[in-house]
């Protein structure tokens, strides 16, 4: 693979949470529309509980996409969304979709392993903490159970690796406002041969 970053390919079915969704434009004439999304994930523990996580995304949606969104989006519809992860998810292409209850959140992601923290849950499961580079972004990576303890000895920094999962977030407080900070957790993970 040379060291080559290929970046994050994001996936998501969510709905649209923002309630103003204006057009700015950029100096050039440049539309831009941000909306934000939540995508939830529901589950059912072991004791038989149902658990619910919501991730919420901020989407940089760019010319003439941006302008069609805006006459149409409102708060509460369903959006596939196809990006690229930076600051923000940068839309390659949106879709309406029907309502429903179906969520979808996935990434692919190709970096380079900057650093590596074995650890152990409090269920002294498996679990390991990456920092990958990718393009210009740091981007934090988490790997749990059997993926963990699959790659727990076959990782080293500088190392190439491709990760599929899903896509979290929180909002963090900076000098400029609130941004998102966002993370991976790591379903499937694969190592390539630097040499």
């Avoid at 923000?88 to 900057?114: H, M, P, R, T």
């Avoid at 491709?162 to 407080?173: F, N, P, Q």
């Avoid at 941004?179 to 694969?190: F, L, M, N």
Wanted: glycine share 6%.
């Amino acid at each position: 693979m040379n060291n080559q970053v290929l970046g994050c390919q994001v996936n998501l079915l969510g709905n649209v949470v923002s309630k103003q969704n204006t057009v700015r434009y950029f100096a050039d004439g440049k539309a831009v529309l941000m909306l934000d999304l939540v995508v939830k994930k529901s589950w059912k523990t072991a004791q038989g509980e149902f658990k619910t996580h919501d991730t919420f995304v901020t989407v940089r949606v760019l010319d003439t996409l941006a302008e069609q969104l805006a006459k149409r989006v409102q708060a509460g519809d369903a959006l596939f969304v196809q990006g690229r992860l930076g600051k923000y998810i940068e839309a390659v292409q949106c879709q309406w979709a029907d309502k429903n209850k179906l969520f979808w959140n996935q990434v692919y992601c190709s970096g380079v392993v900057s650093q590596i923290e074995r650890l152990k849950s409090v269920s002294d499961a498996d679990y390991i903490k990456l920092l990958l580079q990718v393009e210009q972004l740091s981007l934090e990576v988490n790997l749990r159970g059997k993926t963990a303890e699959l790659m727990l000895d076959k990782l080293t920094e500088q190392q190439s690796l491709l990760v599929e999962g899903a896509l979290g977030s929180k909002s963090v407080k900076t000098p400029q406002g609130y941004e998102r900070q966002y993370w991976i957790d790591g379903h499937t993970c694969v190592n390539f041969d630097n040499s």
